[in-house]
């Protein structure tokens, strides 16, 4: 009965916050005609705009309410995920829901929710990490609003962000993160390359190469740590020395940062990911968003369109889920050098 009212009143506030986020968006139309809508805002939107009629025209993204209205919220993120691990594993725990199947977190609202909740998990004796997100997909089934939460992104990193959460409506297959979040990614990659290649100019291309090669450094000093981690849970050595040594992983790994940073010119936009103390669960999900990606770009330079590609990723997406990792496994070892220019198209998606 516990758990079936713990269960009842997460699914709560999750409609109560989707509610209340619909609720709050109105129409780009009505926020660019109101007086009080300051200049800045109002750039922001109409650049937004045009990324979105980009995606549509130019990517075969899905041309629907979405990213058409705009919420402005009194709050940093649009909700907290909640990860957690066992404390001498790397594998994360998964909560199942319908229509998005198992996933590797639980999003809530409200932070003192999900702090609660991750105080309930660490009295388990899991690894746990709170995390704020800006922006999440429902998957078509409600129309997404542009947020405050991520609308004074940088022009290019907008446009990666709106193209990332619209790829999720055109495949996405319950219960297998990595398909999901590899093929996301892959498309806003090649879509900020033609975006910027029509709208950016010198310094916004330089300013988003200093980005993409900071997130590549970052990205690489946590999968480096992760295999560390990795090996030391897979020795046959004592469970206390296990702790031993990822505590000095944890150590080594902010230090290392640290160098990084200074290597950035003290860029701190990576900070946040050492808010709380560095647990597993900080790592568990590095691999996620990238892990098929190589694959993923391989089939799009294969066939050169992006309505092309959506097709044959929507036939991967029928697979079996065994079949399906064998098949991208396959795509990537027979993939040709990265150097490539897809063409745009007219074609909606799918």
């Not at 902010?254 to 160098?259: C, L, P, R, S, W």
Request: charged share 25%; net charge positive.
């Amino acid at each position: 009965m516990l758990a079936s009212c713990s269960t009842l009143n997460y699914y709560t506030q999750a409609a109560q916050g989707q509610l209340e986020l619909l609720s709050d968006a109105r129409p780009i139309d009505d926020w660019l005609a109101d007086p009080a809508t300051n200049t800045s805002l109002r750039h922001r939107l109409e650049t937004a705009r045009q990324i979105r009629r980009f995606a549509v025209q130019q990517m075969g993204l899905p041309d629907n309410d979405s990213y058409k209205n705009y919420a402005a919220l009194k709050r940093q993120y649009v909700l907290w995920n909640v990860v957690a691990t066992p404390e001498l594993s790397l594998k994360p725990l998964q909560w199942c829901f319908p229509v998005a199947g198992c996933v590797n977190y639980r999003g809530y609202y409200s932070k003192e929710d999900a702090q609660a909740y991750a105080k309930e998990l660490r009295a388990q004796g899991r690894d746990v990490e709170v995390g704020g997100v800006s922006a999440y997909s429902t998957l078509g089934w409600f129309s997404d609003p542009l947020i405050s939460t991520f609308i004074n992104y940088p022009d290019a990193e907008l446009a990666r962000l709106i193209f990332h959460e619209l790829a999720h409506q055109v495949t996405y297959v319950a219960g297998d993160s990595r398909f999901n979040e590899s093929f996301a990614s892959a498309v806003e990659e090649a879509g900020v390359e033609l975006w910027l290649e029509r709208f950016g100019n010198p310094q916004m291309r330089e300013g988003y190469a200093r980005y993409t090669a900071r997130r590549k450094d970052f990205l690489a000093l946590l999968l480096k740590y992760r295999k560390e981690l990795e090996r030391t849970y897979a020795s046959i050595i004592p469970d206390e020395e296990k702790r031993i040594g990822k505590a000095r992983l944890f150590i080594a790994l902010k230090e290392e940062y640290q160098v990084l940073k200074a290597n950035w010119g003290g860029y701190a936009g990576y900070d946040r990911f050492f808010a709380e103390p560095l647990s597993n669960a900080h790592l568990a999900s590095i691999a996620t968003y990238n892990d098929y990606v190589p694959a993923f770009r391989a089939m799009l330079r294969e066939e050169k369109n992006f309505s092309a590609f959506y097709r044959k990723v929507n036939r991967l997406a029928k697979l079996d889920k065994t079949e399906r990792q064998a098949a991208l496994k396959l795509i990537d070892l027979a993939s040709p050098p990265a150097n490539f220019m897809v063409q745009r198209t007219n074609a909606a998606a799918p």
